[in-house]
């Protein structure tokens, strides 16, 4: 009976971030679009997604510091109800500052990936209900339907278009439907989060609240450890975001956006398959190696681009290097998780997001400047270079500090 309740949370929480994928995929590519079809001039659409990412990051905080006192499944539920909330009163906001305030209650994201409170606080139920040998492979799926719901999001973003041309609707109509759709999507997630068992629960009651005692001091130390090097692991990710490559290739190779999309697609669909090849390959070297000795590869490709002769070479090594670049995601998730006790996995999840989070703020700026500069190839460059310093180090801090499925094999 325990195992049928543990399987039907664990579906929950596969169609949850299916489903939150799906609206985060959509988002991110209507709601620039939509503010400026509303009449908002780019300054005030700046403000309006800044003010979303504030949200995601004050969600974080609360799903980080938060969540267990309040209870798992209650926070997912609220955080949900929020983001449907959010994305009903975007679509009625006619001022700016209406607008900001429904995006930062709604923690809507432009980024195209949903990596907020939701996504710390399902890392933290998974592995406990899935023994320690499933627990790769289970994140493994949960990436690869999050990324498939972001891909199928972006198609979704074009249901405007269907509406406006199909049904005859009015353009403002038809954008203030998908608005609607994304919100709605949502309200499903938060019906969902409600079904699950107390399993979700498991070990969060022993947190009557974070404190020193709460984990012994070596543990509470491997924590901010690898906090820290996510978020150095973030700074080189921000200099080698998606909008920055096919910026670089755009400037360098003159291809059109057809191009541009046909190849970010294909990447997509690597980055998809990578996460089930990362789980097969962890569980013959271990996931430490497995997060390493993937992730450098994948910066050394990325290091060719700056040297590739055509926009085909190029491509090629573009769509290799997402076939390595994602291996270290259901992994390093894998990792932390099975490195603290079951009560801090919450804390643990939430402050790794936290610590990526600010580091991804860094660098989008110096790369736009290298780059107005003239210097495209420095970018790639600096991002790589970072990437591959942390790799090292992260080997070097963890390699000896094993999970239980490894420690007892």
């Given at each position: 009976?325990?195992?049928?309740?543990?399987?039907?949370?664990?579906?929950?929480?596969?169609?949850?971030?299916?489903?939150?994928?799906?609206?985060?995929?959509?988002?991110?590519?209507?709601?620039?679009?939509?503010?400026?079809?509303?009449?908002?001039?780019?300054?005030?659409?700046?403000?309006?997604?800044?003010?979303?990412?504030?949200?995601?990051?004050?969600?974080?905080?609360?799903?980080?510091?938060?969540?267990?006192?309040?209870?798992?499944?209650?926070?997912?539920?609220?955080?949900?109800?929020?983001?449907?909330?959010?994305?009903?009163?975007?679509?009625?906001?006619?001022?700016?500052?209406?607008?900001?305030?429904?995006?930062?209650?709604?923690?809507?994201?432009?980024?195209?990936?949903?990596?907020?409170?939701?996504?710390?606080?399902?890392?933290?139920?998974?592995?406990?209900?899935?023994?320690?040998?499933?627990?790769?492979?289970?994140?493994?799926?949960?990436?690869?339907l999050q990324d498939a719901g972001g891909a199928a999001g972006a198609l979704l973003a074009a249901l405007p278009a269907v509406l406006r041309d199909g049904l005859a609707l009015p353009e403002a109509r038809a954008y203030e439907a998908t608005i609607f759709a994304y919100a709605a999507l949502f309200v499903a997630v938060g019906l969902l989060y409600a079904r699950l068992s107390r399993a979700a629960e498991a070990g969060a009651s022993a947190a009557s609240r974070l404190d020193a005692q709460a984990l012994p001091p070596s543990a509470k130390r491997d924590v901010y450890r690898f906090s820290a090097l996510s978020a150095l692991d973030a700074v080189g990710g921000g200099f080698i975001g998606s909008a920055l490559i096919a910026y670089y290739l755009y400037a360098r190779f003159g291809v059109g956006e057809g191009a541009l999309a046909l190849l970010f697609t294909a990447a997509r669909v690597m980055n998809v398959l990578s996460h089930f090849a990362a789980a097969w390959i962890a569980a013959r070297i271990g996931l430490v190696n497995?997060?390493?000795?993937?992730?450098?590869?994948?910066?050394?490709?990325?290091?060719?681009?700056?040297?590739?002769?055509?926009?085909?070479?190029?491509?090629?090594?573009?769509?290799?290097?997402?076939?390595?670049?994602?291996?270290?995601?259901?992994?390093?998730?894998?990792?932390?998780?099975?490195?603290?006790?079951?009560?801090?996995?919450s804390w643990a999840a939430g402050l790794s997001q936290l610590a990526r989070a600010a580091g991804r703020m860094i660098a989008p700026a110096f790369a736009g400047a290298a780059m107005q500069a003239g210097a495209l190839w420095l970018p790639l460059a600096a991002g790589a270079t970072i990437k591959i310093g942390y790799d090292l180090l992260l080997w070097r801090a963890f390699r000896r500090l094993k999970p239980p499925e490894e420690a007892e094999a």
């Open positions: 009976m325990a195992r049928r309740t543990e399987r039907a949370d664990r579906r929950l929480i596969y169609a949850a971030g299916l489903l939150r994928g799906l609206a985060a995929g959509a988002i991110s590519v209507l709601a620039a679009v939509y503010l400026a079809k509303r009449g908002f001039p780019e300054t005030e659409i700046g403000i309006v997604l800044s003010a979303g990412l504030a949200g995601v990051l004050a969600g974080t905080v609360y799903g980080t510091f938060c969540a267990d006192r309040v209870g798992r499944r209650r926070s997912l539920v609220l955080l949900a109800s929020l983001a449907g909330a959010g994305g009903f009163a975007l679509a009625w906001a006619e001022s700016p500052w209406a607008a900001s305030a429904a995006a930062f209650c709604g923690m809507v994201s432009a980024q195209g990936t949903d990596r907020g409170a939701a996504q710390a606080l399902e890392q933290a139920i998974l592995p406990g209900i899935v023994s320690a040998q499933e627990r790769t492979r289970v994140f493994a799926w949960y990436n690869a497995t997060m390493v000795f993937t992730h450098i590869p994948s910066s050394l490709l990325l290091l060719t681009l700056p040297i590739a002769p055509t926009f085909t070479v190029a491509a090629a090594l573009f769509i290799l290097r997402e076939g390595l670049t994602e291996m270290d995601v259901p992994t390093r998730q894998s990792y932390l998780m099975a490195i603290v006790p079951e009560h801090e996995r």
